[in-house]
Structures are given as structure tokens and as C-alpha cells.
């Protein structure tokens, strides 16, 4: 298979709590990507980091990246029902520019 | 909304028949890139296209084809369709970033193809 690696495959948590999802790949990449899809319908790019980067803040969003480990975390702080979706993470390899989506972390935030 | 547009919206074929979707580029980016998402599965990279020239190509055999056009504008099309290819497919827009890669892109909300 071409893809990433997400973990949990579907995570359920009540509002106001934090999630995190995880993401492993295989190959040097120029950047990691997540998104955000809903229902199916097109993703909403939320975060991108590059190979040279660690950490990165986007107002609820923290995204990690250990390319050591081949591997990126997504938090996003004081869920909100807002939140449920599937999220995915994309990266760019480095040989080829092929962009490599994982099966995505379908996230279901209760009320 | 991304500014990325696609056509049409939903499309019903037959096995054996052929297929073009369309896409419009957010004004000023200079790559396309098209996926092909099976329900509740991850995108897959079909192929990538910069300055009119394809740049990167999945795993996917030679029956899928694209163009990009010089407003950016940009084509998929598939010949002999298969069961299998019954998908959401998406195009996304974004720029070629100096280092190599691209930068953030923009998707369009798919064109959902059913073949019967």
C-alpha cells in the first residue's frame, strides 16, 4: 500500500477534552500535511510542517514531527462538536513528490 | 470555501465507457494534483501536474490521464472503466515550493463517480 499509517482508526471523546492522533510513514519527506474532511465532502487543509520543524501552533492545533521516529502527532485542545471528522495526514516524499495519505482517524467529539 | 471548483458533481457511467472531470486552480497556483478516494479510505495520489507537465504519478495504470491547461485549469480522464473505479475523486490546487514539495493545497469538494 502507498499509504500512511494513522492511529486510533476512530477515536470517541467527550467535549472540552483533548485529542490526539497520530501518523507514521515510511519514506524522507519536504513536508507533512493534515487535514480535515466532513462527510465525505473535500478536505480542509488545517496544518503543514516541514522536515526541518518539530513543532507547530495553529490556535487549537499542535503538530508534531520526529522524522527520526517517521512519525507526526496532531493535538487539538478543548474539543468542540465542531471538531468531528476524519482527519488525515499527507506527506510530500522527498524522491518523488508523491503526496501519501493515510487512511485517516474518524474523530467523534460527544456532547 | 478554497476557490477550487469541480465538474460535475456527480456522475453516473457504465463499465467500459469513458470519463472526463474538470477542475479550476485557485488563481495563482501553478500544480494540480488529483486523488482518487474509495469510501472510508484515505486519498489516493493519482497523478500531479506543474506548468502543464505531469509530475509525479501514483499507482495507477496508463487508462487514467490528465492535462492541465494554461489558466491552471485542469482535466481527468479515465477510458474503459471499471467497477473499482467508483470514487469520490478530487483535485487540489496549491504552489511548487522552492526546496521541492508543494505547499498547502486547496481541494475542491470531489466529483463522485459511480460506475455500473
Known amino acids: 500500500s502507498q499509504q500512511g499509517e494513522e492511529d486510533p482508526q476512530a477515536l470517541s471523546i467527550q467535549e472540552g477534552e483533548n485529542a490526539t492522533m497520530n501518523c507514521s510513514y515510511k519514506t524522507s519527506i519536504n513536508n507533512l500535511q493534515w487535514y480535515r474532511q466532513n462527510s465525505g465532502r473535500g478536505l480542509v487543509h488545517l496544518i503543514l510542517?516541514?522536515?526541518?520543524?518539530r513543532e507547530k501552533h495553529s490556535g487549537r492545533l499542535r503538530v508534531t514531527l520526529d522524522t527520526s521516529k517517521k512519525s507526526s502527532s496532531l493535538l487539538i485542545t478543548a474539543s468542540r462538536a465542531a471538531d468531528t471528522a476524519s482527519y488525515f495526514c499527507a506527506t510530500g516524499r522527498l524522491r518523488d513528490d508523491k503526496i501519501i495519505f493515510g487512511k485517516g482517524t474518524r474523530l467523534h467529539i460527544l456532547p | 470555501e478554497t476557490g477550487v471548483t469541480q465538474s460535475p458533481t456527480h456522475l453516473i457511467k457504465t463499465r467500459g465507457q469513458q470519463v472526463t472531470l474538470r477542475c479550476s486552480s485557485q488563481?495563482?497556483?501553478?500544480?494540480v494534483s488529483w486523488y482518487q478516494q474509495a469510501l472510508g479510505q484515505g486519498p489516493q495520489f493519482i497523478f500531479q501536474y506543474y506548468r502543464e507537465e505531469e509530475n509525479g504519478r501514483g499507482n495507477f495504470p496508463p487508462r487514467f490521464s490528465g492535462l492541465q491547461f494554461p489558466n491552471y485549469s485542469s482535466e481527468l480522464n479515465v477510458n474503459a472503466l471499471e467497477l473499482d473505479d467508483s470514487a469520490l475523486y478530487l483535485c487540489?490546487?496549491?504552489?511548487?515550493?522552492?526546496?521541492?514539495?508543494?505547499?498547502?493545497?486547496?481541494f475542491g469538494p470531489g466529483t463522485r463517480l459511480t460506475v455500473l
Open positions: 487540489a490546487s496549491s504552489l511548487r515550493l522552492a526546496g521541492g514539495g508543494v505547499d498547502e493545497q486547496f
Open positions: 488563481s495563482g497556483h501553478n500544480t
Open positions: 510542517i516541514r522536515s526541518n520543524e
